[in-house]
């Protein structure tokens, strides 16, 4: 994984603009901390950050085409390179090394943008084209790998993180309503596409860019489409197998150690049993990695979204499986001061401690690893959150993890918000209506394609988002084989009761891996990722947001009622419903407001 960026100018020399190349570049050295390089010509100046995970010595980017009319800058990784490699040495293409870089290059060589759909990974990346004086992007089909743009009087400017761009000094840390709108009554999901800041866009995944001539063109690769599903459900089964195992496998290739993380969950249970048996035929050891905090079994709570806790779930399978485990124990104060520079990883306010203790637990893995598997997106792919099987929510006509504004509305000063709740709707029902469907389909099937939309385009989005930030700051490369284009296809059309297998959230993964897990493994419920109960933490944070509501130099009393916050304050546990999704109560509240001030002073933010 890397770091990518680069802008065109069409009324100054790029070869002039070097201060400004530098500066991108140090944003993005986190990324690549271990080499860098640019290729700078009048026209366009592309920069990288490498880490090193494939290929040390010709995976050096920038990337030319050998006779030097293309030049890619690359940030991702390819699961099917060799299956593309043996189609172009059919071609008559030759290779220096056997870096996923140099295919991708020859694969546009050959093939152009028709190259994108061939693709199997996840990736960002920019190639320029000497001849036609031409700018490409392309993001992957589930945008797991960021990469954000701006369109200048004079040209473009694109990079893998929001900081970088802000270097460029066309482009102002201003936010308007909409960008309002987002990170108050959306945040900490933003709109596909959308960068929070004024001027900064994402490209959408599955979505390929041209800039020529000072003209943008955006152009869709990939999308999901509706049809009709044929498998018997022992063939279902086999084919889910199937498709994760050969997920699973691709992306256990590295240079450098790779470990996966480890939950006592069915998803990353599954993952490291794969990566186990792997390694057990090369003779080699798989370490596994969790996260907890200091306390937690003292102060654990039950509840709907989080019914147990991981311990002994994880040594049971830790121990079934044969893998060397390591325990990262997170102190409560390191993760409320870790909620700053997590803010700093993601250019914005985030997930709250949810991102600080996985910045703290990515920075405890990359002492020891580079590469790691997460179990990432199965929820969203598989029904494994509540809303999927509560039909109250189900059928609610909003977004299932934040299904009203009112109490973000609440903590807000009047007048800062116009038109929040239109806002919102818009976004819900623009979703809904990107989930294509069947005439047959049932009034529930038709529902679970929007359901299905809603957590890719959002909830999963913002989860991906939160793991690529969080880990790249170290410097870690995560990767999430559930989230293999050809499982996302697969689930999108299976039966609600093929993928609802005996009812059960996840049950037809569940059946898939039933001979491969111990039982009690197989039919946990489902917990989401672990967050600290101490009231340690509650304090410390609820002392930090009384410090910044009586700071002058604070945006926070400008935009949030400070009775309204004062009253929490008081009573943590009073919210009518989780802010976001199933973790973010109370003291993620405080969190999420020490984040938003971190931002808005680090980032000098203004309102226009």
Known sequence: MCGIAGFTDNKINCRNMQNISNHMARTLIPRGPDDGGEYTNEYMSLIHRRLIVVDPENGKQPMKSPDERYVLVYNGELYNTEDIRKELLSKGHTFLGHSDTEVLLHAYMEWNTNAFEKLNGIYAFAIWDNKEHTLTLCRDRLGVKPLFFTKTKNGLVFGSEIKTLLCHPDIKP??????????????????????????????????????????????????????????????????????????????????????????????????????????????????????????????????????????????????????????????????????????????????????????????????EFTVCQSGECADELFGGYPWYHREEILFEDTFPWSRSIDFRMSLLNDGVISNGEEFVRQHYLDTCKLADKLPTDSKKEARMREMFMLNLRWFMATLLDRKDRMSMYSGLEVRVPFCDHRIVEYAYNMPWELKAYEGREKGIVRKAFENDLPEEIVWRKKSPYPKTFSPLYTELVSSYVRQIIQDEHSYIPKIFNIKAIEQLLLDPNNMPEPWYGQLMRGPQVFAYIIQLDRWFKKYHVSII
Request: net charge negative.
């Open 174 to 367: 201003e936010i308007n309503q909409d960008g309002l709108r987002s990170i108050l009554l959306l945040g900490p999901a933003r709109p596909a596409g959308f960068g929070v800041f004024n001027q900064i866009k994402e490209l959408l995944p599955a979505h390929f860019a041209i800039f020529k001539d000072n003209k943008l063109t955006i152009t869709p690769y990939w999308s999901l489409k509706a049809c009709e599903h044929t498998d018997s459900p022992e063939q279902t089964i086999a084919k889910t197998k199937y498709l994760i195992e050969d997920s699973a496998s691709r992306q256990l290739v590295s240079d450098v150690p790779l470990c996966t993380f480890l939950s006592g969950g069915l998803d990353s249970s599954i993952l490291s049993m794969l990566a186990r048996r792997e390694y057990k035929k090369q003779n080699k050891q798989l370490h596994t990695w969790s996260v907890d905090y200091k306390d937690n079994d003292k102060y654990f709570e039950k509840s709907l979204f989080q019914p147990n806790s991981d311990a002994d779930y994880i040594d049971l399978i830790s121990n079934a499986i044969g893998s060397k485990h390591h325990k990262v124990i997170l102190d409560n104060a390191a993760l409320c001061a870790a909620l700053l520079p997590a803010v700093d990883a993601r250019d914005l306010a985030g997930m709250a401690d949810v991102d600080s203790s996985l910045l703290l637990f990515c920075n405890a893995v990359k002492k």
